[in-house]
């Protein structure tokens, strides 16, 4: 299977690079073929632009990479921070 793997968090150390680096083995060594994706280190903007709306827009290459690994993929992992980053100040 063809699995895109994404990860979303600022620091290189943390519980979801953990996650995102043991998904990782563990699907390539149950054979399957997996695309990582650190969106912070690729510096990814988040922001979608109003001229990558329409269908038929140009888009970067990063972006119809991103496109087309995801519209081709068996799976998809996504690890992201979820809750616990955001505390009530005293």
């Given amino acids: ?3 895109s ?4 968090h600022p620091r290189p150390g943390s519980f979801n690079h953990a996650i995102a680096s043991t998904a990782a083995r563990a ?3 149950a ?3 997996v ?7 690729e510096a990814f903007d988040p922001l979608l632009p109003s001229e990558e709306i329409p269908r038929d ?6 972006i119809a990479q991103h496109c ?4 081709t993929a068996d ?6 921070p979820t809750g616990g980053g955001c505390r009530p100040r005293s």
Avoid: C, F, Q, W
């Fill in 75 to 80: 799976g998809i992992v996504i690890s992201i």
């Fill in 57 to 62: 827009a140009p888009l970067s290459d990063e």
């Fill in 35 to 41: 695309s990582v994706h650190d969106l912070y280190a």
């Fill in 68 to 71: 087309a690994e995801i519209a």
């Fill in 31 to 33: 054979g399957h073929t």
């Fill in 27 to 29: 699907l390539l060594d």
């Fill in 5 to 8: 793997l994404i990860l979303a």
């Fill in 1 to 3: 299977m063809k699995i």
